[in-house]
């Protein structure tokens, strides 16, 4: 197996995310549960638009914020998402490839649109999404650079992605193409409602091993497994895993690897702005700890800080120097 | 004269605000000057955009700013600006709408694409401005709603526009619809360079009394007349305008009002993050309290107040209720 070119490579939703406050009545008239992710059509996603505050773009999508705090982290990584060619993509690919990650999937041409996600944050830091999938619902397998998924020593995958048809079938081909290079994969469940639109599918991919590290929060986990008790959860799936690591919020988190548990408690933070893009953070200081062959226990840390840095401000790229950061706390 | 149907109409760039973050080495390394606008061609401007780190969007534009301040504190506002048939034009007209303020300036088809102001915040908090005017250059005289313009209390007229030819000839024109119905000029000098390359149009306007109200930083007032002396450059200016208003940044802001010299101090602040906006908003806080028939040490404690909060955060469009900040401080 030769040396990998890039320590990651992942595959995800190439989306902006219009970040604006809103309060809870807000969310009460135009019909949401906070918390929460919802797909939207761009009629929908045009009218609510409409109806919210004013708004900031900022770059986003689960498996795009991961490897953006991984590659402030020292990580070699590349981006495969599907942009349109339009100002959003535009926003979109600037800013990936100004946060160090390589990206080269071309725009497309046409209809619809660049994907966005409307985000409303109330005064409690939750973010509720809405997300028009727009182009990045249309990412080819041929788009698929076989080569960077071959010479990357982890393969990451979104979940969110696996709703719409062409993407999930190049997430499936991305798979066989890492697991025949010898390449790891890992996954992240994304939310518990896409979990219970693909439950049998991700059950599927779990059970027979298609997964090397699985990333999930407690409510995803339980939804996997549609059980209550947290701890038969993590050993239910944990038994098809080597490396499983569940998300707790102001909990902290929790890895089971190789049958052996670890946890860390969260990290102290002074002002929660925004909770988006917490669960994609810790994924990239975990993963990076992965890839600096670090201990489970620095791993998780390394996690928490890059969490607890991103939701001390508005959106879900890491503004403060996140290499920083961990040095200053781990060495 | 039928009472104002708004207080205050503005007539400004239609941009939308690229902020990244930047370092003094950086700035040397493209050969920018910290804290001052320059103008950018299309080409230039993707050059720039190109080598800046991960950025986000918020809409933006001197005057409308203003505006979305004084929408905050209750006055009825109007906005002219020339966006493109685009995303960023959708962006700007959804922002401005959600602050509350009107705007009917029709979207221009083609090219070239709607403004955008390339802002590289240094961590000192100062902001380095890169604008392409893109299609906000092209105002014509007939985007302007003679209805709305004769209606409103006050013109808010943005130097910043006066670079361009047809936007320049609008703003000649509103000032004449303006005066003809009675009612109030109100101009900002925007920025020393922009001062420098129409000095003697500006200086016309002022000594001819087509302004009522002229918002000014220190810097600019030293400009506008060419000298060292801050007291006598205000005592030189103040002789032609019945309200100037000159922002002095850590040192708090003066009016002259009718030959009567006020001073505020500036507000404490625990955390500057950006200084984009700061005298946009102080114009804003200002202005309202005038609408409001408030004292002229009330009008300036507003600006103090709206400018504290726009550069305690990203972007110069406010974050947080002014109409709470203020009724906290004085009543």
């Avoid at 406050?21 to 009460?28: P, T, V």
């Avoid at 999508?61 to 993509?89: E, K, V």
């Amino acid at each position: 197996m030769p040396a990998p070119t890039f320590d990651i490579v992942a595959i995800g939703n190439a989306i902006v995310d219009v970040l604006a406050q809103a309060d809870e009545d807000f969310l009460a008239s135009v019909g949401l549960t906070k918390g929460a992710m919802q797909l939207l059509d761009e009629e929908a996603s045009t009218h609510l638009y409409a109806r919210m505050g004013p708004a900031r773009e900022i770059s986003g999508g689960s498996a795009a914020n991961t490897l953006a705090g991984m590659a402030a982290l020292g990580a070699r990584c590349a981006f495969i998402g599907q942009i349109a060619d339009d100002q959003l993509g535009e926003v979109f690919a600037h800013d990936i490839r100004a946060n160090g990650v390589a990206f080269a999937t071309p725009m497309r041409p046409g209809q619809p649109s660049t994907a966005r996600c409307l985000i409303l944050v109330t005064p409690d830091a939750q973010r509720t999404m809405n997300t028009f999938l727009g182009a990045s619902q249309f990412l080819p397998e041929q788009a698929l650079d076989r080569e960077t998924i071959a010479s990357a020593a982890i393969l990451y995958l979104e979940g969110y992605l696996w709703d719409p048809d062409e993407p999930r079938a190049a997430m499936r081909a991305a798979i066989d193409i890492a697991r025949r290079a010898g390449r790891k994969v890992a996954f992240t469940l994304s939310d518990s409602f896409c979990i219970s639109r693909h439950r049998a599918d991700f059950r599927r991919l779990i059970d027979s091993g298609q997964i090397d590290i699985l990333f999930a929060n407690e409510g995803e986990l339980l939804t996997l497994v549609e059980g209550e008790d947290f701890d038969a959860a993590v050993a239910e799936i944990a038994a098809h895993i080597p490396t499983l690591v569940v998300t707790r919020g102001p909990h902290g988190a929790i890895a089971m690897v190789d049958g052996v548990r670890h946890a860390v408690p969260a990290e102290p933070i002074t002002r929660i702005v925004d909770t988006t893009g917490a669960g994609d953070l810790f994924a990239a200081g975990f993963l990076a700890g992965q890839i600096q062959g670090r201990s489970v226990a620095d791993c998780l840390h390394m996690g928490a800080i890059a969490a607890a840095e991103i939701i001390s401000h508005y959106g879900a790229r890491p503004e403060a120097k996140l290499d920083e950061l961990i040095k200053a706390r781990l060495g």
